[in-house]
């Protein structure tokens, strides 16, 4: 449709029309009333400058049939409560509500009270709409309030506005004071409902039948049932005489106190006052000695029931199959379950909730399947969803793991939210069984759904559950999805190390030796205890991919741990940092293998010690050589010293002569010799001094003749009195060993 535009009305007269004759829903004029701001009830008259109006006719024009559904308007109620609920209870509101509502009528002020989000709202509209004096509220509000105070617990401002009700000119009736008795009663506090019930008679307000029967159910629930028997007796001396319902409540309640006898005079009584017992009556027997466990009385009630032409219901039914289980007779409350049938009468959430415990507990497994593919087909769930749990199990048990799927299938049908319980009685029986595809797939739906993190969660996966699957996918390459899944556990507070240790060596197996450091880390960091068959396969793991460094870390966790290993991995690591040249790391690994009381492999330690001398670490060799003498074992100096003479580390064998000469180690003459040799042959004539020294003071010196060179070379490099000493030691050498050799002469002739 072309805009009209109002600077061009006279021309555009006769094109409006035309226009709106080919409107496909065309509007009558007199619809533009509607547009006017005139409060006039009555449309008003179409003169010649209103319908000629382009501007007015061209909105009109415009006004399509909308599409779909007309939207409701807000009611003004509604607003306000969303206005409550939305800001807080200020001048400002109560001024907003004020200038939205003209007039505050009885209807919209029980509507607002009705649909208030919660009492407190309740109550400050209700206070405020009276001290303002826009509204006096009336019998119908007063309930209203009072119901709702009562509701939500907030008994003594109910109790209060009860009270001031005549002030405001309002009068009692009997439906207030019940409703606040029983208020009362459901917050537990009977004395009080006991006061408003005698406050009643002192207030002149009447009481009926009904405000006695609220009493005997206040006062019952509580099982006051010698006070409810007093009253029972005060209503009849008042002339008021019981019904149905009250012995109902009467029988009812002696029942929950398990005064069967009582109960029992009760129900003769009532036949005896000729108030017929009705089928709420005899539900509440039978439910009564189902709960005493006296099935056969509830049998004969039930038949009694039926004798007086009195249609058992659902209830009655239900109860009976309930009493039929508590007591193990399941295959009676299945004949029962078929009566009902028989009869049209269609079982309820109740009923069935109540028969497949029984079933699961008698292991009739197949009965109970037939019952839950029923209850699938009919769409009803039960009452307790815990009964899947038992189910499931139930199933398992019996071997039948397709009926057990099944189980979890209906929970799904019947919308109800499935565990992460559920799911693991599956695996682990899938597990047992050797089932573990089937068993990866419910993990998968466990994974990709998060049903472990859900927070309402009431079943959760026991141990014996994940632990298999975890195992299985750890030893067959699928160890990421196995951390994935426990990941998932950890943030529920699982720290199981079984699956920890089976993750780390998975990971180790699969040479995702990162992967398997950082369940370690986790593992160190939460105090899990680790086994040392995983360390062994991460430092095994570590090893073959040539990282001897992480071996060693790997395998100083290990230790770290409390786990002792085994010398055989004592000594890969060390071979396998020798040969990658790092000597003295192994020196590190072997030092920890003789603290730990390891002395095997004794052939790798004389090839480190000896690396550490030609390189120099001479400090150190010195120190594991030290270790190694506190152990029992002794290295082989006289070879360690020609090797170092060799391969001229003079100053290396200088010091582990020295260090052997203080310790009184048993050393070859000859190596002396090649010590002093070494020295002199690289010329460092004052050391070869000081070590011939020591080694006289030892006695260790027979062939003086090689000493002759040390003490010329003293002399040249002008150390005379060096020279000087080591020819008087010399000398008196040589008196000392004629002196042996006379007196050994002497021996002989004589």
């Not at 399509?64 to 509604?78: Q, S, T, V, Y």
């Not at 400002?92 to 505050?104: A, C, K, Y």
């Not at 509209?125 to 509204?135: K, M, N, Q, S, Y």
Request: charged share 25%; with cysteine.
């Amino acid at each position: 449709m072309a805009y009209i535009s109002a600077s061009k009305r006279p021309h555009l007269r006769p094109r409006l029309y035309s226009d709106l004759s080919i409107i496909s829903n065309p509007i009558s004029l007199k619809s533009l009333y509607f547009f006017c701001s005139s409060s006039s009830a009555e449309p008003p008259i179409e003169t010649e400058t209103e319908t000629e109006s382009p501007v007015l006719l061209a909105e009109a024009a415009s006004q399509r049939a909308p599409r779909g559904r007309h939207r409701n308007p807000e009611k003004l109620e509604d607003v306000i409560c969303r206005m409550m609920a939305n800001r807080p209870w200020t001048t400002r509101l109560q001024n907003s509500i004020r200038s939205l509502v003209p007039e505050f009528d009885r209807s919209l002020v029980y509507n607002v009270l009705h649909g208030a989000r919660n009492s407190e709202h309740a109550l400050q509209f209700f206070r405020w709409v009276e001290r303002a004096g826009l509204f006096c509220h009336d019998r119908e509000t007063h309930c209203k309030i009072i119901e709702i105070l009562g509701r939500d617990s907030k008994l003594n401002h109910a109790r209060c506005i009860l009270l001031d009700m005549p002030k405001k000119g309002v009068n009692w009736d009997e439906d207030m004071f019940v409703m606040l008795i029983d208020g009362y009663g459901k917050a537990g506090i009977v004395q009080e409902s006991v006061k408003i019930f005698q406050k009643m008679e002192q207030l002149g307000v009447e009481r009926t039948i009904k405000s006695y029967d609220c009493l005997f159910k206040v006062i019952l629930r509580r099982g006051r049932y010698m006070m409810a028997k007093r009253y029972f007796n005060k209503m009849l001396s008042e002339g008021i005489m019981p019904t149905c319902n009250t012995y109902n409540i009467m029988i009812w309640g002696f029942f929950l106190s398990t005064r069967v006898e009582t109960a029992n005079r009760f129900f003769e009584d009532m036949k005896s006052r000729e108030i017929l017992p009705n089928v709420v009556t005899y539900n509440t027997m039978i439910n009564g000695y189902y709960r005493v466990k006296k099935v056969e009385e509830a049998e004969k009630y039930f038949v009694e029931m039926k004798g007086r032409n009195i249609a058992p219901t659902v209830i009655s039914y239900t109860t009976m199959i309930k009493g039929y289980v508590s007591v193990g007779r399941v295959d009676d409350a299945l004949k029962l379950l078929e009566e009902m049938k028989s009869f049209d009468i269609k079982p309820n959430a109740f009923t069935y909730s109540t028969l497949l415990p029984g079933l699961c507990d008698a292991d009739k497994m197949t009965e109970a399947q037939n019952i839950l593919k029923e209850m699938v087909e009919k769409f009803i769930a039960p009452m307790d969803n815990s009964i899947f749990i038992k189910l499931i199990t139930g199933q398992c048990k019996a071997g039948n793991l397709d009926a057990a799927s099944d189980v979890l299938k209906a929970m799904i049908r019947l919308s109800i939210p499935t565990e992460a319980g559920h799911y693991g009685v599956l695996i682990e029986n899938f597990c047992k069984a050797g089932i573990y595809d089937r068993a990866v797939k419910l993990l998968d739906k466990l994974i990709e759904k998060e049903i472990i993190l859900r927070p309402l969660n009431t079943f959760e996966m026991e141990p014996s559950a994940y632990n298999p699957v975890i195992m299985y996918l750890c030893n067959n390459g699928q160890t990421e999805k196995a951390e994935t899944f426990f990941r998932q556990l950890m943030k529920k507070g699982v720290l199981d190390p079984v699956a920890f240790n089976n993750l780390m060596y998975g990971h180790a197996s699969e040479g995702k030796l990162d992967s398997a450091f950082e369940v370690l880390k986790i593992m160190i960091r939460r105090k899990v205890p680790s086994e040392g068959s995983a360390f062994k396969v991460l430092v095994e793991s570590y090893l073959r991919k040539g990282e001897p460094t992480d071996a060693k870390t790997a395998l100083d966790c290990m230790i770290e741990q409390g786990h002792a290993p085994e010398s055989s991995l004592y000594r890969s690591v060390m071979e396998s940092l020798f040969e990658d040249g790092r000597v003295q790391t192994a020196s590190r690994v072997m030092k920890t293998m003789v603290e730990k009381g390891v002395m095997e492999n004794m052939d790798l330690v004389a090839k480190i010690l000896e690396a550490l001398l030609m390189r120099g670490h001479v400090e150190e060799a010195l120190g594991r050589i030290e270790l190694l003498m506190h152990g029992g074992w002794a290295p082989d100096f006289d070879n360690l010293l020609s090797v170092l003479c060799e391969k001229g580390k003079t100053i290396a064998a200088l010091k582990l002569l020295d260090f052997a000469l203080e310790r009184d180690c048993t050393i070859d003459f000859s190596s002396y010799d090649k010590v002093l040799d070494a020295l002199l042959g690289a010329g460092k004539t004052l050391n070869a001094y000081s070590i011939l020294c020591k080694v006289m003071e030892k006695g260790g010196v027979t062939d003086w003749s090689s000493c002759e060179e040390l003490i010329k070379n003293l002399n040249k490099e002008g150390n005379t009195k060096q020279a000087d000493i080591l020819s008087r030691m010399i000398m008196g050498g040589d008196r000392a060993a004629g002196r042996k050799k006379g007196n050994k002469l002497a021996s002989v002739v004589s």
